[in-house]
């Protein structure tokens, strides 16, 4: 083996151990678990059944949230894909990628306004049909999203239906020994969501005690103390948030159980919204923050109504633990990130952004994130994920985290020094100590101006780079050391040089627009001031 091919294989090694070391013994435990079960099924022609006799309630539901429309007559839209099915539909479809596939299973058109009970019959009849040849759709996430949906529909609809019921049942049983206890995150937060909807729906207490087991545990660990979601994804924040203000519907209005769950849902409901309320910008868009994209979950503002609907109130907290924090002045709102990138054990959807930041003024985007139009694991996910892809700093062209394969990070940024005063904020992370660099960002808030510092400690000099990524609407211009943002006015100081180029804003997926980002070249110190 030659010296590049020892070297390339070391660092592939090094970088899977700096992935793995930080998983929880669950997470190990359960992966070759489902992988012997799997492999055993196989062999010894073990199918799971797919009707069981069923004997649901009658349930009472508030309305929830509808969805966007996505199907109208055998043609289904997802992901800004569309995707006509002439004869049969094929819920196998896997030509725009396994989450289009993972949509059109969910059945979440199930609840946009314009479909009828006899369309939505004649769609979970079709699906039956099919059950025998499924691929993904049998998958454990699936099944739980499925599962709240098909219960909602056939409660709002007073549906009854033996043969759909059975079927349920019997998808119910699969998630149940299927519990996403290898991934955990939002995916097992998710199985106990539906778990508990089809306790109630078919009054079975293994369910019950299961999803209950479940939602004590995640919701405490997986609610921070600040009232976010702990993925640190503004757009699964309000996925979650959702999910929980349907449990409270669910729990509430039916009295199968004395359900001691309904103090706890409340409670997290009530700090999420607080969180969602100070994160999300006056004019009710959300920052794209780590994997957020528009026209995935419900808006803030349904949200808020939801949850007026049923008499949940947000409680809000400061913004700590999550590591973002939102400034207010009278023209501007801004979100800057000093905190870690998530849980240590779960980080598919954080991104390389420490000391990344988001400023609107006067209610318009100006700087963003870069947003997220893709979970394939491809160069353009490679890409949205870096670095360079945020309103931060590359030190000689290396990653502060080291994401990769579309869900993984190996060796991760730590803010290691946080300051805290009325107007300012210092933090140092060490994500670059790996080429013997510290970078410390200060941001500085006055009425009319921001000032943000950047220093890079080191042994010797490096070249570094900040960019900052400006929304497609808007008009920039370079004339010497000032560069015009709309009508704010960007200064550099001790920087070597500043350049315009291209990127692509992703503000949903499939969705790419042209749009400027700004580099500014230096190499020990750059203060840059925004002047509004």
Known sequence: MNESLKSTTMQRYNRLYSTLKFLKPKQFYYRFYYLLTIKLRKQLDIKHPLFKDSHPSTLNLLSSIPTTQCYIENKFKFLNLEKKFTTAIDWNFSEYGRLWTYNLTYFDFLHQKSITKKEGLILMHDFIDQSATLNDALEPFPISLRGINWVKFLANQNIIDSRINDSLFAQYHILLENLEYHLLGNHLLENGFSLLFGAYYFQDERFYITAKKILSAELKEQILSDGAHFELSPMYHQTMLFRILDCINLVKNNSWKTDELLALLESKASVMLGWLETITYA??????????????????????????????????????????????????????????????????????????????????????????????????????????????????????????????????????????????????????????????????????????????????????????????????????????????????????????????????????????????????????????
Request: with cysteine; glycine share 6%.
């Open 283 to 532: 004019n009710g868009s959300i920052p794209l923050l780590n994997d957020s994209t528009n026209g995935i979950a419900p808006t803030s503002h349904d949200l808020f109504a939801y949850a007026l609907l049923q008499g949940i109130y947000s409680t809000k907290l400061p913004l700590q633990v999550s590591g973002y924090r939102k400034i207010v002045k009278d023209h501007y709102e801004c979100i800057i990130d000093v905190g870690n990138i998530g849980p240590d054990y779960i980080p598919g959807h954080a991104h390389s952004d420490t000391f990344n930041f988001e400023l609107h003024i006067d209610e318009k985007a100006i700087i963003v994130d870069t947003g997220l139009s893709t979970y394939e694991t491809n160069i353009q996910r490679t890409s949205e994920r870096s670095t360079a892809a945020h309103n931060t700093v590359v030190i000689d062209r290396k990653e502060q985290s080291e994401v990769w394969g579309g869900f993984r990070v190996a060796k991760r940024a730590k803010v290691i020094r946080l300051i805290e005063n009325h107007d300012s904020i210092e933090a140092t992370h060490d994500g670059y100590l790996k080429i013997g660099a510290l970078h410390t960002r200060k941001f500085s808030f006055d009425t009319h101006k921001i000032t943000i510092e950047d220093m890079i400690k080191g042994k010797k000099l490096h070249q570094c780079i900040a960019y900052l990524h400006c929304h497609p609407d808007v008009t920039v211009t370079i004339n010497d050391n000032a560069i015009q943002i709309n009508n704010a006015k960007l200064t550099c100081f001790n920087h070597n040089s500043l350049a315009l180029n291209t990127y692509n804003y992703a503000p949903e997926f499939n969705t790419l627009i042209p749009s400027t980002v700004i580099e500014i070249m230096f190499n020990e110190t750059l203060k840059m001031e925004i002047s509004l």
